[in-house]
């Protein structure tokens, strides 16, 4: 199986940081990942395909970054409304496309 | 209006069965895989299975297997998750979501169902 970590497993920034979260593969993934966002009581949205592509309507301060077994999501200027957990993806080739175990972010 | 429409809650108990759907609109619900995504209470994300609608194809998280029972009514264009003998473990929120592709991520979510199961 396919093991994914993220970190930090949690951080606290100030309205405007620049906040960077990393999920590493236990194997090579391309550029086979997503980033997805859920807020509190919500589903999740997808944020990012194919490592560092915006999915429409997503705001441009949120990108991704990476291939191979290291990714990089960056939320360039946070706001108060980017209150969330952050998931990364993996689908590479076969099922099951595992998640990482999330990155939970709050404001100051 | 591109969507997935899901009950939202669900009560049962130990050793009942159940059955919830995803009912999709606003595109063609037979060219696209829809799966399914467990989270336990305060856990994160779990990939379950998917199928496809247009031929019933289906794939299974090993997870999952053999404990769920994911199909599809392409008439009515609505997915389901079945679980024949529910556990207390079962309690979780359920969404589905629509793949964008094999591979791929999950573009479109229902808002999830609740499902409590209590003695």
């Known amino acids: 199986d396919i093991q994914m970590t993220q970190s930090p497993s949690s951080l606290s920034a100030s309205v405007g940081d620049r906040v960077t979260i990393t999920c590493q593969t236990s194997?090579?993934?391309?550029?086979?990942l997503n980033w997805y966002q859920q807020k509190p009581g919500k589903a999740p949205k997808l944020l990012i395909y194919?490592?560092?592509n915006l999915e429409t309507g997503v705001p441009s301060r949120f990108s991704g970054s990476g291939s191979g077994t290291h990714f990089t999501f960056t939320i360039s200027s946070l706001q108060p409304e980017d209150i969330a957990i952050y998931y990364c993806q993996q689908y590479y080739n076969l099922p099951p496309f595992t998640f990482g175990p999330g990155t939970k972010v709050d404001v100051k | 209006e591109v969507q997935l429409v899901q009950p939202g809650a669900e009560v049962k108990k130990p050793g009942e069965s159940l059955k919830i759907s995803c009912k999709g609109s606003g595109y063609s619900f037979t060219n696209y895989w829809i799966g399914w995504v467990r989270q336990m209470p305060g856990k994160g994300l779990e990939w379950m299975g998917i199928?496809?609608?247009?031929?019933?194809?289906?794939r299974y998280s090993p997870s999952f297997q053999g404990q769920v029972t994911i199909s599809v009514d392409k008439s009515i264009s609505t997915a389901y998750l079945q679980w024949s003998s529910l556990k207390a473990s079962d309690t979780a929120m359920y969404y589905c979501?629509?793949?964008?592709?094999?591979?791929?991520?999950?573009?479109?979510w229902g808002q999830g169902t609740t499902v409590t199961v209590s003695s």
């Open positions: 194997q090579d993934m391309s550029n086979h």
């Open positions: 979501a629509r793949l964008v592709g094999l591979p791929g991520g999950m573009d479109v």
């Open positions: 194919g490592a560092s």
């Open positions: 199928i496809y609608p247009g031929d019933s194809d289906t």
